[in-house]
């Protein structure tokens, strides 16, 4: 520590180039805390990981063949389930075709939604009674509700796609949980439109079960009980049934990473280029310097702990600037573009803060490491012999 | 007078270290851009690429795709006889009601994904002429058999010719496989309408598939299908219908753009730094260049050409890294979600001219920037403080 002024005066030696590199760092970090978030906020895992004892039930040639409501009574009586609730999703269109204006809709089951089944979801329980005592009215993801500025009472039209009729809803109230991008509605309202299916079929049932030791039970025993029936079931855990999209995503997740760490690589070239230039410029003063009586492990620490504190200084920085003033402007900022949907899920949480300031360190440590040494090495008379 | 290039060449290849560094990250950082951007590009070309003005599909009125799109048997009916549909040499209407439903199969890396299947009147392939079959033969209809795109067969497991695909209590058995040119249809498996209306239990269609003559004709058969109160459908052309369906690449672009963003500026920062790094150490030589009459203004297009020269071969060796990984590495088609349909879309990185180009274009921007500085200052040494310098 009693070198900590020699070293910090060397980072600052040349400002230009101390101000180049930290701002390269902390672009990169930025860069790297927005494309992480991005990707949680694509497999957001609605419970945050409390979802053990949910499950999903779908026709088991997938999503796009409904099930007949008369299983759900079936599925009530198997010992360890506490609710099920059938949901449709509608899959409408607001406002307009853009696809910064989507975001997921689904029918429920008001009387047990959010008492039995997304039980983890907070919701105010005046808001919650609203829901349940008008047919006509819905609920939203808080993340929604800010992006579209609703308010209690405002009426809003989605328009059906696959169904081909447009639901007036009237808006009662938002909830608050891991994923705030679906809004809620009456499964009766939409049985009451004269849809064809609705009073008959429903797209999946989500159901809690007791403990999370039930699920496997659960799910085994109700594939078995429709297997022979015009309509098989995938029972799914609610994390298998994320993953289902998930997947599919699999070559963006696979894009994700590898840009993430190809820019980590190239700033990690950025800082060493700097670090070996800075070293080269000051060949004759560490030869002095060792005449002085430092020692090679002196000269090892002080390049590297150079390097490591010029990383750690583009690290804090680029942590507190992505938090507070790039991820701001730039959700902002692509809340009109395609990318709008990811966004409602869009949160830089802690771990990834620190994960990403843990990473600044180890670009310090990776980028010091060659010159440190190369600079430890050189022998005193050829470091005094050479011009610069 | 300008000072020779050559002087910066050699001048690189002395500083190896450090030249090599800095190439390094340039094309790493075009490396990067273009991958993301074969991938959107890919995305797009997929969705519409071989795509005809003269075969329309009708759907009903708002739907976003065909899979959202349900039409009766009567609607079908009324549209075999409006006026417009071409003929086949032996008489039949050019006419494929069709259904589209998802199934979720088996990858072959274990994990599983959802897939379009596609019912079709039997004409529907020659409705369609850049899908050909390349093994086996065409479904017959009535048997339960399906072809399968070739793409999918390679992705999928259990997608040879000969095997069944299992899906609940589905059933195909697979007599084809079909290369459909890199088109959507390359993600679709197929099979006759009929059999897939039996065995999903639905005597619905999604869309109707229809051939006109010719642009005109396609037009008055939109009109037509606008036109009839009773049916409330809507037509539009296959080409117009892809390119719709195009949003799916969109987030694609939009983070292509922010990635090229913020590396092109970290990455032009390290290259200003080596260029910094230059101008200082050849502070003395750019006094003696200037002594023997070199003009301020030359020294800054010198340095400002090194700078251009050294993202130029970063440009270079980013774009051969890109090409490298397509072609050796990512040589399988991928598949990313339509989430239009909750359905795979499979397509192929692709490395096209013009995103060449502008790789190249994306490295020199870089120099321009990173060298623009430096170079300011070189030309701005006064001469006599610049010949002092040790």
Known sequence: MKYFRLIWRNVFRKKTRMILTTSSIILVLVLIVVLTSLLQAMQQDPSGGRGANRLVVQHATGLANFLPLSQRQRIEQIPGVVAVSPQIWFGGVYKDDRPENFFGQLSADPEIYFDKVFDDATIDPAVKAQWKANRNSFVAGEAIVKKFGWKPGEHVVLRGTYIPISLDLVFAGSFKAGDESNVFFHNEYLNQSKWFGADKYTGIYYLKVQS?????????????????????TKTLTEKQFQLQFMEMLGSVKFLVRGISLIILFAVTLIVANTVAMSARERVTEIAVMRTLGFRRTHIL???????????????????????????????????????????????????????????????????????????????????????? | MAIPLKYNFRNLLVRKVSTGMTVAVIGLVVGVFLCVLALAQGVTRTLSVTASTRNVMTMRVGSQAEMQSVITRDQADQIQSLEGIERSPSGKPYVSPELLTLINVPRQDGKSSNVQIRGMA??????????????????????????????????????????????????????????????????????????????????????????????????????TVKGDQRLKLEGKTEKKYYEEQMVTGAPIKVLAFIVGIFTAIGASFGAMNTMYAQVSARTREIGTLRAIGFSRRAILASFVLEALMLCLAGGILGTGLAYLLFNLVLTKPTGTMNFRTFSEVLFNFRLTPPLIAGGIVFSLAMGLLGGFFPAARAARLKITTALREV
């Open chain 1, 212 to 232: 999370a030791d039930d699920v496997p039970r659960v799910a085994a025993a109700i594939d078995q009980m429709f297997e022979n029936s015009d309509a098989p």
């Open chain 1, 301 to 388: 620490g002080f390049i590297l702990s150079e390097s490591v504190l010029m990383s750690l200084i583009g690290g804090v920085l680029g942590v507190l600037l992505a938090r507070y003033f790039f991820i701001p402007g730039m959700v902002k900022g692509m809340q009109t573009t395609p990318m709008a949907p990811f966004l409602l899920n869009f949160r830089v949480t802690v771990p990834t803060l620190a994960a990403a300031f843990g990473i600044s360190v180890g670009v310090g440590v990776l980028a010091g490491f060659v010159p440190a040494i190369r600079s430890s090495q050189i022998r005193i008379v050829d470091g005094l012999r050479q011009v610069v």
């Open chain 2, 122 to 223: 039997p004409i529907g392939l020659e409705m369609r002429p850049a899908v050909k079959i390349v093994d086996g033969r065409m479904f017959q209809p009535g048997t339960a058999e399906a072809i399968v795109s070739r793409n999918l067969s390679n992705r999928f497991a259990g997608m040879r010719v000969g095997d069944t695909i299992k899906s609940g209590s589905f059933r195909w058995a697979i007599v084809g496989l079909f290369d459909a040119a890199g088109s959507a249809y390359e993600s679709e498996i197929w099979t006759d309408v009929t059999d897939l209306q039996a065995q999903t239990k639905r005597q619905i269609y999604s869309s109707i598939f229809v051939r006109t003559p010719d642009q005109g004709a396609a037009a008055r058969y939109i009109e």
